[in-house]
């Protein structure tokens, strides 16, 4: 008891003590110890990285999970050791509404058929962002929140000790000048000279051993930057076959969609054609009368009318650019998506974002028109164009 008693004590004593030194220091009243610049810059560097490691650390938990409840959840669970439940990604869940939807409305109507393919690609592209989370979480969230639960406040914690021994040594400092001030004026206090320089000795011992022990965590953030750089190439790499599989997943549902939409949309580029006999897509149904009559305004493309001396190359399939005569007036421009290569002579190959005149054939492919450049000319897919107004 008595023992526990007399560190109680101690340890208030020393708590007083550097108490009264950080005030002192704070008012001016009392020397202060400062580390060399190089420790000050070790230290500032060392906070900077604490400060932006933190930063983004949060904001890639944002990017990857943009729901707080849904973050807060996990963090709990992260803070329980238990396994985080999977959760179904928006993608996916929108994919399953697609599906629910086109069975409803008949998966065999053109919006169902349409619902069922957007709903298998997103599908695809939530699977996709599920790996992608999984994949940025493992190889770069978790060294990042590793370096601040763990290197962090191993450094914290001797920086604190650090500051500890400082104040013990200041204020060893000041007892033995006051010592020997007193001293000058009775020889009586020499015992307390030499028990001051003593204390101060000791002191300083282990403030030095203190520094040298920080002064290794703080040089270790060296390695920390080389491994959070790495972590951030695996993040990008990560990142890069995402978007990736996106754009893939997106450019093959668009070709889809642009087959079914030439389908659909066929009695559209072909049927303002001044000819006797209209296509077969003519005689539709009244069902898909009904179905084409509630879907959205298609931009017209000008077809050139059935004219007598007109090659019959464009009925047998073959086309010769330099036969073909744009209409007098009413060609539409359309913007180029993607890049073409021409497949033979009767193509035209195009260039992403350049401007081209269009226009369509009588008994043309729907998924066909005919696009001019200047003076070349040839056949262009329909997929592969945004047409204007």
């Not at 290197?151 to 400092?173: F, G, M, P, S, V």
């Not at 539709?284 to 001396?309: D, K, Q, R």
Request: net charge negative; proline share 5%; hydrophobic share 40%.
């Amino acid at each position: 008891m008595d023992f526990n008693v007399k560190k109680l004590a101690s340890d208030a004593g020393v708590f007083f003590s550097r108490a009264m030194q950080f005030t002192e220091e704070k008012l001016g009243q009392a020397e202060k110890t400062e580390l060399d610049a190089h420790f000050e810059n070790l230290m500032a560097r060392a906070d900077c990285t604490k400060n932006w490691t933190e930063k983004i650390l949060r904001q890639t938990e944002v990017l990857l999970q943009p729901n707080l409840s849904a973050r807060v959840e996990e963090f709990l669970y992260e803070k329980l050791d238990r396994k985080v439940p999977s959760r179904v990604t928006n993608g996916e869940l929108l994919a399953q509404y697609m599906t629910e939807a086109a069975n409803d409305f008949g998966p065999g109507t053109p919006y169902g058929k349409t619902l069922i393919k957007v709903g298998e690609t997103q599908r695809r592209l939530g699977a996709a962002e599920r790996d992608f989370i999984q994949s940025a979480s493992i190889n770069f969230l978790t060294p990042l929140r590793n370096f601040l639960e763990g290197d962090w406040r191993t450094i914290t914690k001797e920086r604190r000790t650090l500051q500890n021994c400082r104040l013990d040594l200041d204020a060893c400092k000041a007892r033995l000048k006051k010592a020997k001030a007193a001293e000058a004026k009775a020889a009586l206090w020499s015992d307390e000279v030499e028990k001051a320089e003593h204390e101060l000795r000791l002191t300083q011992t282990e403030f030095d051993r203190q520094a040298e022990v920080t002064r290794l965590l703080l040089e270790g953030i060296s390695s920390t930057h080389v491994n959070h750089l790495r972590c951030l190439h695996e993040f990008v790499e990560s990142q890069t076959n995402y978007y990736a599989q996106c754009y893939q997943y997106m450019l093959d549902l668009q070709k889809q969609l642009g087959s079914s939409k030439g389908e659909i949309f066929s009695g559209t580029f072909v049927g303002n054609a001044e000819s006797t006999s209209p296509p077969a897509a003519a005689a539709s149904p009244p069902a898909a009368a009904a179905a084409a009559a509630t879907l959205p305004a298609v931009p017209t493309i000008p077809v050139v009318p059935t004219i007598v001396g007109v090659p019959s190359a464009v009925a047998e399939g073959v086309l010769n650019p330099n036969e073909v005569k744009p209409p007098a007036s009413g060609t539409r421009k359309a913007r180029v998506l993607y890049d073409y290569e021409a497949a033979d002579s009767t193509e035209l190959a195009l260039l992403a974002d350049e401007m081209i005149t269009v226009y369509s054939l009588p008994g043309m492919d729907p998924d066909w028109l005919i696009g001019e450049r200047g003076n070349q000319k040839g056949k262009v897919p329909v997929t592969y164009l945004e047409l204007l107004s």
